[in-house]
């Protein structure tokens, strides 16, 4: 009897219909599941990957998508997690559409309100290393999008004004931070207090978090933003291999040979009769 062959997981958040719409064009073959306490994903496989992807729209905020995820993580167990979505620009030569990958992820409200001030109580949670890795040689090959690594701020409040004491305290406080976003933190900590889950937030920049914001979602820069964040993270999980996978030039070596419907029993320890099929004339 042969074993089904099932690729592994990846869990990819989204918080806004538009968001959702440009990650889901890209998994063709979906079928809608339910969880118990009614959270919606639609899953299927990424073309060209070894991944299933489970897409979710989760909405708005840093606390909604961390309980969210928390509950997606403990029903699916993926092995990343990824937040793709668009975000306001903090930096000059971070341009509408380009794309904002965050090599960590700053939660901007935390502090001590004292009688001399706030003082600050910084909070970080560093991206994936292998993810990161997997965007950087991904964005090599993507000439269309603009791909910038940084950190990325993360705060339950929406920026439209540059010259405001949040924009201010983030400039005091977090200056390398390359954009501003609403849930990022929420997913990051959520997938870390999981344990070995991998986690990643992508952003295309549809504002530059100014006065200016309401003219540039008119003009179209969020679907714009959208799709290229979507882009950028396929790209990613295209060149990103499952943990079981080996890699031919990885320092273990190439693990050929186990593969499709052949069950790896290589270090197992058995008490008792195992049952199979002979295969390949051995």
């Known amino acids: ?41 639609e899953t299927g496989p990424l073309p060209g990957s070894a991944w299933q ?26 092995e990343a997690v990824l937040f793709v979505g668009v975000a306001g620009s903090l930096k000059d030569d971070i341009e509408i559409g380009d794309v904002v990958v965050g090599t960590q992820v700053y939660e901007i409200h935390g502090g001590k309100q004292a009688h001399d001030g706030f003082k600050v109580r910084p909070r970080a949670l560093p991206g994936s290393h292998p993810l990161e890795q997997a965007a950087r040689s991904a964005a090599r090959d993507l000439p269309e999008v603009r791909v910038h690594f940084a950190p990325i701020a993360t705060g339950d409040v929406v920026l439209a004004d540059s010259r405001s004491d949040i924009a201010r305290h983030i400039e005091a406080h977090y200056n390398d931070a390359g954009a501003i976003e609403m849930e990022g933190s929420g997913a990051a900590q959520a997938a870390h207090l999981s344990g070995q889950v991998d986690a990643l937030v992508v952003r ?36 990103h291999q499952p943990r079981h996978a080996g890699s031919g030039d990885s320092e273990e070596g190439p693990q050929g040979g186990y593969g499709g419907d052949h069950i790896d029993f290589r270090g197992g320890t058995f008490y008792g009769p195992v049952t199979g099929k002979q295969v390949g004339g051995r």
């Open 1 to 41: 009897m042969s074993v089904p062959e099932t690729k592994p997981t990846v869990l990819v958040l989204t918080a806004l219909p538009l968001e959702y719409a440009a990650v889901r064009a890209y998994v063709p073959e979906r079928q809608e599941r339910v969880h118990a306490k009614g959270t919606r994903v």
């Open 53 to 78: 992807l489970a897409i979710s729209e989760l909405g708005v905020g840093a606390d909604r998508a961390a309980a969210l995820t928390t509950q997606l993580i403990e029903w699916l167990h993926p």
């Open 204 to 239: 295309g920049i549809s504002d530059r978090a100014d006065r200016h914001k309401r003219r540039a979602d008119a003009g179209g820069s969020q679907q714009r933003a959208a799709g290229h964040a979507a882009t950028v993270a396929m790209a990613m999980l295209r060149k």
